[in-house]
């Protein structure tokens, strides 16, 4: 599909290794797998030491939450890319790429959103760091809910399962296509994910910005199960949909989906690098940021450059950092 003719469907969909090979897909769900289990032992420790009244679980944690942090940050910038390249490709890509570049955006979205639940305080005590967080969350969302949008009138119009390009749902002269048995199932589904994902992004800047600690482990393990669960439910999608795990929808009129090419190497060979950054630290090539519950006393304190008072007072430090714009450590609003 050179081009986007809404007449006549195309006999076949040509394969798009770029947003649905092999290599793609299983970076974005290695990814998912491993930055979910840290997040999840990063969140359960914390519960349970807080249960014992026991801190001392900070100390450890320095290289998962490093080694999470860098996943993250790799699955969001990533998910924002390959969003951006589907909406620039609109009238050439068929329905069923769109489709799974929206999965995989979901997929992304459920890592960053767990990763934020285990690394909030260390987001907190840097306000550069939570803002530029809050700016990808912001993002992603728009981005999401426009793919969103475009699914929607796909499913409305029948061309979820057509050769059509992704476009001609939006074209008055094209036929509409036959209507699928879950069709209904599939537009509820679609409209309760694009509310869910403004719910949650509401919920995570609250979560993100919020002073208050109560049921704050709580929140975080409740979260945690149900950012698992969207992970697992847009991994079974794609499983189920993309030509590299299964037979897809359409007719597509190569494999090249199937195909180890170079891109499809180097996109699971970037899930390499942030164990090479961790190997770095544990070197000592790096200089890991203190822990939140380090002392003051000690040599990490005055590399910050804290003060004597803070040192001789650790009660005085705040875990919550505001930015030099706007707001307090108290207050969101007011200096």
Not at 68 to 97: C, E, F, R, W
Not at 292 to 319: C, F, I, M, V
Request: aromatic share 10%.
């Amino acid at each position: 599909m050179s081009n986007s003719n809404c007449t006549v469907a195309p006999d076949a969909v040509p394969s798009d290794a770029g947003v649905a090979g092999i290599g793609v897909l299983l970076s974005f769900m290695i990814t998912a797998v491993i930055s979910l289990l840290i997040s999840a032992s990063l969140v359960f420790q914390e519960a349970r030491s807080t249960r014992k009244g026991n801190s001392s679980y900070l100390k450890p944690s320095v290289l998962r939450r490093k080694l999470l942090n860098a996943y993250s940050d790799q699955q969001i910038l990533t998910g924002i890319g390959i969003q951006s390249v589907g909406l620039s490709q609109t009238k050439t890509m068929a329905p069923y790429h769109f489709f799974l570049v929206w999965m995989l955006s979901l997929l992304s979205m459920s890592v960053h959103n767990a990763t934020l639940l285990a690394l909030a305080r260390d987001f907190r005590r840097d306000w550069v760091l939570r803002w530029m967080r809050q700016f990808l969350m912001f993002v992603n969302l728009v981005l999401s809910c426009v793919y969103g949008v475009y699914i929607l009138q796909a499913v409305r119009q029948g061309l979820s399962n057509e050769t059509f390009a992704v476009s001609c749902a939006w074209d008055s002269e094209t036929p509409n296509g036959p209507t699928p048995n879950d069709s209904t199932l599939s537009y509820i589904g679609t409209v309760a994910v694009i509310a869910g994902n403004v719910v949650i992004f509401a919920l995570a800047t609250w979560y993100l910005h919020s002073r208050s600690q109560r049921f704050y482990v709580i929140f975080q393990v409740v979260g945690l199960l149900l950012m698992a669960a969207f992970a697992v439910g847009a991994t079974v999608r794609v499983a189920l949909l993309a030509d590299a795990f299964a037979d897809p929808p359409v007719k597509l009129s190569d494999s090249g989906e199937q195909q180890w090419s170079f891109g499809q190497l180097l996109s699971v060979g970037m899930l390499v690098l942030p164990l090479v950054s961790t190997v770095e630290i544990l070197r000592g090539e790096i200089k890991c940021a203190p822990t939140p519950g380090a002392d003051y006393d000690d040599d990490k304190g005055q590399l910050l450059g804290e003060g004597q008072e803070l040192r001789s007072n650790p009660r005085t430090r705040s875990d919550f950092q505001p930015n030099p714009f706007f707001g307090s450590q108290t207050n969101l609003f007011r200096k």
